[in-house]
C-alpha cells in the first residue's frame, strides 16, 4: 500500500468486546481498500486486547494505551499513522460500504478540503434507524457551517458524529490534536478547529456513518456532572475563541447564546454557579428564547406557567426522590 490517497482509520477501544468485530467488518467491507486500521486499545477489562491480538491481517494494527482516555487513544493513533487522510471511529459504530471511497474521490480534488456525511442513529440494528442530515451543505466558507450547526437561527442546532468526517492530514496538523483534558464536547471542540483548519466543507450525499445509541446507559455526551459540565464549558470557550473573528455577525451573537443556554439548563438546578455564569454569557450575546422539553404532563405544564426554572427545580427534586415520582405518575 502507498501513502498515496491511504485513510488510516483511528479506533479507540475500551471494553468493545460486544460490538468491535461488527465494526471492523463494516471497515473491512469498504469498497475503498486502500486502508490502514489502527486500534488503540484504553485498558479493556472484557478481553477485547486479547481478541483483537488474535486477528491476522496485514492492514490492522493493535497497540495498548492503558486507562489514558479515548482522546489520548486517538491522538497516539494520529502518531501511528501514515495515511494521507483520517478516518476516526469508534468502537461500537460502523460505515456504510462505500463511505471512504465516496469521500476520497470527493477530496482529491480539493486542496484543504474536509468531508462529511449524513450520520444513523441506531440502537440494536440499521434497519430500524433515524438519518441526521439537516446542516449538511456545501460551502466553502467552513465558518457558515458551524454557525448553523450551533444554532444561527437560534432555535435549532445540531451535532456531527466524529466519523461523519473523512479529514487531510495536512488540515489536522494545521488544527492541532484532540484536547485529552476534555471528558465531554472533546469531539464537537476538535473538529471545530479543524473545519476552521479547512478552506471547504465537502457534503458526500448517499453514504452514512452509523452511531450507535445504547438505552439505559450513561455515555460521555450524556454526562451531566460538575466535572461534564465544566468540560462542555472550556470546549464551548474554544469553539467561541476559534469563531471569533466573526463576532460581530448577528449568526455568530445567536449561535453563542444558543449554546451557552444549553449549558445553563443542564446545570440548573444543582450547580447554580455554572449555571448563572452560562446564563449571564448567553444574555450578553443578546439571549436565547430557546426552552426544552423538560418531562412529562405535570413538568411541563408548570415549565408553561412558571417558567423553566421552575420546572427544572421541580423535575430534580422529582428524580431523587421515588414518593414524589410516584405520585406523580
Not at 486477528?55 to 494521507?84: F, M, P, Q
Not at 471511497?101 to 462529511?116: F, G, H, K, Y
Not at 473573528?245 to 447554580?272: C, G, H, T, V, W
Amino acid at each position: 500500500m502507498t501513502k498515496k490517497n491511504k485513510v488510516s482509520i483511528i479506533i479507540p477501544c475500551y471494553n468493545g468486546l460486544p460490538y468491535i468485530k461488527e465494526t471492523l467488518d463494516s471497515v473491512l467491507a469498504q469498497t475503498y481498500q486502500n486502508l490502514e486500521i489502527i486500534i488503540i486499545d484504553d485498558g479493556s477489562t472484557d478481553g477485547s486486547l486479547t481478541y483483537l491480538n488474535t486477528i491476522s491481517d496485514s492492514k490492522i494494527i493493535v497497540k495498548s494505551n492503558k486507562g489514558k482516555g479515548a482522546c489520548a487513544a486517538r491522538n497516539y493513533g494520529i502518531r501511528l499513522s501514515t495515511g494521507e487522510y483520517i478516518q476516526f471511529l469508534d468502537a461500537d459504530d460502523l460505515l456504510s460500504p462505500n463511505k471512504i471511497e465516496e469521500q476520497v474521490r470527493l477530496l482529491n480534488t480539493q486542496i484543504d478540503a474536509i468531508s462529511v456525511c449524513s450520520t444513523v442513529h441506531f440502537y440494536d440494528t440499521i434497519e430500524n434507524c433515524n438519518i441526521d442530515e439537516e446542516f449538511f451543505i456545501n460551502t466553502s466558507k467552513p465558518e457558515d457551517f458551524l454557525l448553523e450547526l450551533y444554532g444561527a437561527d437560534g432555535k435549532r442546532h445540531g451535532m456531527v458524529s466524529q466519523h461523519a468526517w473523512l479529514t487531510p492530514r495536512t488540515v489536522i496538523e494545521k488544527a492541532g490534536f484532540w484536547n485529552e483534558s476534555l471528558i465531554k464536547d472533546q469531539d464537537g471542540e476538535f473538529f471545530c478547529r479543524v473545519v476552521m483548519s479547512s478552506k471547504k466543507v465537502c457534503y458526500a450525499p448517499s453514504v452514512y456513518s452509523y452511531y450507535r445509541k445504547h438505552l439505559n446507559h450513561n455515555t460521555v455526551s450524556s454526562g451531566k456532572t460538575v466535572k461534564h459540565l465544566e468540560s462542555q464549558l472550556r470546549a464551548l470557550k474554544s469553539k467561541e475563541s476559534v469563531l471569533s473573528p466573526f463576532k460581530e455577525r448577528k449568526d455568530y451573537k445567536r449561535a453563542m447564546a444558543l449554546q451557552y443556554k444549553f449549558i445553563a439548563i443542564d446545570a440548573y438546578p444543582q450547580y447554580a454557579t455554572i449555571s448563572k455564569e452560562t446564563l449571564k454569557m448567553s444574555n450578553l450575546y443578546g439571549g436565547s428564547n430557546y426552552v426544552p422539553v423538560l418531562g412529562g404532563k405535570v413538568i411541563e405544564a408548570i415549565k408553561n406557567i412558571f417558567g423553566w426554572k421552575a420546572a427544572k427545580k421541580l423535575s430534580f427534586v422529582v428524580h431523587n426522590n421515588k414518593i414524589i415520582a410516584k405520585l406523580l405518575r
